[in-house]
């Protein structure tokens, strides 16, 4: 029997089930096992390509070099391939499994283990775009099933909401866990962005099958099986409660039948009566067409087009703007009528719902702390086209790719970034004011000008997105020359002070330990690395020199010291040139050598040469150029940590910051400081400190974990959102709209 058509086993949007129930473990184990069978048979045929795309690739290589990279990745991906399926299965399987054991709040389950902290290199890059170009691709072609899909797991979930970034079937996820499988892989990265087209190609390619798989299998439980007639339902309550299980704000999937969820939730504001609403007020008259409205439009656009070019923004401005914001329906229907020579009653009910839909995107604008206030000003200008443009073209807001609603998220894009010290040539604020002033300016009814007017900015964004780059690249090269080099610093001090533990050395000896040598040390770990012979034999001197200073009472101690010094000596001169020290410097402090060892030895000195050695002969030979590592290495860097309360290591800010990616921007707001926005651009691998750069790539700051989270915590710092401004948009008006599905009652009803 089909358990869809038994009306007691159909669960319906507004159930939940128990995660702890019997049921919601078969469901999911169907899930899991569907999933299981349709990945692996999908990872194995990627697989199996990638010999033949290999060996086709070292054919046409430009060099032996190349073509070794090739066949050196198909021995590699063949030796190592179960291990990356298994390691991809068996972490969508795990996630899976999972999905009704949510972690705690501020601590989400990563399917991707510990973040790699890398520097972003360009192989690094290469990667993350390959993957992020995946998942757009995807992400858009598949959205509808995916939705179902999302929705179904979400009832049989409990209610806990599952979106594409919580679904261990979506692009997103399915793509960073085979990332994180190919770590199994030592393969070149030209290998690798070869198996991921053929990930692409063979499994992210083939998930509308399995979304419509898990789908029919979830129906036929009677999970939601009239999914889309519930979503469409008219009535206000079922309206709004089928808006608020669409509107995610994580992800902002705005499903295809927005506009009519919308209408209805507009309806319900509106009332039987509509009472007091602006566009009813009005007596007499035919409804206006949309030519009139869009006439109307155009003189209220050109009296803004002629006040005049934009003013830097002002305080209070937001504030002015919100109440033109407002107001603009009054003032239409004021326009319409002086154009007809009668004011209309009302307009018709979609255009008023457009009417108000840009309204409250537009006020949307203004309160979105995501945007700098001098770009909310510039961008609440365009309130007027947009509208034009969303009566002209309907799908401008259940399209994500219409050009009018990717211009104005690539202007928000641009402006999350801006701040005045960043933009000291004022160059995106005039590109941005000159798109505003063009559109107040030259838009009556041709579309085509968004598209125009978008290409223009992706060029001058690219533009400087490459200057940025490349100085961001500078910035994190730097750092981490500098980290290498204080952790080099670090080494060093600790191997000496290891050896020479509680053991009081002489000044000499230990100036030329604390300073000469150990710069040695530095320069030797930086060139030839830990492990080398060169690292080795230079912390075999530092043993030497140590023992050298060692009480001789007997013949035989003073026969071995003798033996040593030949060996000391020529170390000692090696190591000396290796931190650029002058011939002379070096035979003057070999002299000094010399007199301290002919005392041990009981050889007679003269005694000027014997005070010499005993007061400060350690400083007389070295040069002041050749830093004291040890005293360096030994104190502790500065650090605003120093200022700052201890944070704990379980707080949702710490989590919040473990999870931070390149990439992210945030808001800083210091005492005595301007605020600054920042993008995080590298977490050192080393330190584990977080680089931050403003939007030219120039660094602002950088803080460690516990710093950040501090600092996050105090409210000193913010993140501001990634997705795009319409979807935020979008989601917090539904939500809006969704606790406001009933009109208000008079007052002297509700007195009653």
């Not at 439009?297 to 934009?310: D, M």
């Amino acid at each position: 029997m089909n358990e869809a058509s038994d009306p007691s086993r159909v669960i319906h949007l507004s159930q939940r089930l128990d995660p702890a129930s019997e049921r919601v473990g078969e469901l999911l184990a169907s899930v899991r096992n569907i999933a299981g069978k349709r990945l692996q048979q999908w990872v194995g045929n990627a697989f199996e390509h990638v010999d033949d795309a290999l060996f086709d690739l070292a054919e046409k290589a430009e060099n032996n070099a190349a073509q070794m990279h090739y066949f050196d990745g198909m021995r590699e991906v063949r030796k190592r391939r179960p291990t990356v399926e298994r390691s991809f299965l068996g972490a969508i399987n795990r996630q899976i499994g999972e999905l009704i054991h949510p972690q705690p709040a501020g601590n989400p389950a990563s399917p991707f283990g510990t973040p790699e902290l890398t520097l972003v290199a360009d192989n690094e890059l290469e990667e993350s775009l390959a993957i992020t170009s995946m998942i757009s691709k995807n992400d858009a072609r598949l959205a509808r099933d995916l939705f179902a899909v999302n929705q179904r797991l979400s009832v049989i979930c409990g209610g806990r909401k599952i979106e594409d970034s919580s679904n261990p079937v979506a692009p997103a996820i399915l793509a960073q866990s085979f990332r994180q499988a190919l770590h199994e892989l030592s393969a070149d990265m030209r290998v690798k962005l070869i198996i991921y087209k053929l990930f692409d190609r063979y499994v992210l390619s083939s998930l509308e099958e399995l979304y419509q798989e898990i789908n029919t299998e979830l129906v036929r439980a009677g999970v939601l099986p009239q999914l889309r007639h519930e979503a469409l339902r008219g009535d206000a309550t079922g309206a709004a409660q089928a808006a608020a299980e669409v509107a995610g704000e994580a992800t902002g999937e705005i499903p295809g039948d927005l506009l009519q969820t919308l209408h209805a939730l507009f309806s319900a504001r509106r009332g039987p009566a509509a009472g007091g609403n602006a566009m009813h007020a009005m007596p007499g008259g035919p409804l206006p067409s949309a030519n009139e409205l869009l006439g109307a439009l155009s003189v209220l656009q050109s009296q803004i087009a002629s006040a005049g070019p934009l003013p830097y923004a002002q305080p209070g401005d937001a504030a002015a703007l919100s109440r033109e914001v407002l107001q603009l329906k009054g003032q239409l229907l004021t326009q319409l009528g002086a154009l007809r020579g009668e004011k209309p009653s009302h307009v018709a009910n979609i255009d008023e719902d457009t009417i108000d839909l840009v309204g409250m995107l537009f006020e949307f604008i203004l309160e979105d702390r995501n945007l700098p206030a001098t770009m909310q000003v510039m961008l609440a200008r365009l309130q007027i086209p947009y509208l034009k443009a969303a009566i002209l073209d309907r799908k401008l807001f259940a399209h994500r790719q219409h050009p009018a609603r990717r211009l104005l998220d690539c202007l928000a894009e641009q402006a999350k970034g801006w701040s005045e010290e960043s933009d000291r040539d004022r160059r995106l604020h005039d590109k941005v004011k000159s798109i505003v002033d063009q559109l107040l300016h030259d838009f009556d009814d041709d579309m085509g000008i968004f598209e125009r007017l978008l290409l223009d900015l992706q060029q001058f964004q690219d533009l400087n997105k490459r200057r940025s780059e490349l100085a961001e690249q500078r910035v994190a090269e730097s750092t981490r020359g500098r980290e290498k080099l204080e952790q080099a610093r670090r080494r060093a001090a600790r191997e000496i002070l290891d050896r020479v533990g509680e053991y009081r050395l002489p000044p000499l000896v230990h100036g030329v330990l604390a300073r000469a040598w150990a710069n040695h040390l530095v320069l030797t770990l930086l060139r030839q690395g830990e492990s080398s012979p060169e690292f080795k034999s230079a912390l075999r001197f530092v043993d030497d020199f140590i023992a050298s200073t060692k009480p001789a009472t007997t013949a035989e101690s003073r026969q071995a010291l003798r033996q040593m010094l030949p060996g000391i000596e020529r170390a000692l001169r090696q190591g000396l040139a290796n931190v650029a020290f002058q011939e002379q410097d070096i035979e003057r402090l070999l002299g000094q050598l010399h007199t301290y060892y002919r005392q041990r030895l009981g050889e007679t000195v003269g005694a000027t040469e014997a005070v010499a050695v005993e007061e400060d002969a350690a400083m007389l030979a070295i040069p002041d150029s050749i830093q004291p590592v040890i005293d360096q290495a030994t104190t502790p860097p500065d650090s605003v940590e120093e200022d700052l309360a201890e944070a704990p290591l379980d707080s949702p800010e710490w989590h919040q910051v473990q999870a931070l990616q390149p990439g992210t921007w945030l808001e800083f707001c210091l005492p005595d400081e301007a605020m600054t926005r920042a993008k995080l651009s590298w977490i050192s691998p080393m330190s584990g400190r977080y680089l931050f750069v403003n939007r030219r790539g120039l660094k602002v700051a950088d803080y460690s974990p516990q710093e950040l989270t501090v600092l996050i915590t105090d409210g000193r710092a913010r993140l501001l959102a990634a997705n795009a401004l319409f979807d935020r948009a979008m989601s917090a008006i539904v939500n809006k709209l969704s606790q406001q599905d009933a009109p208000t009652p008079p007052a002297d009803a509700a007195a009653g």
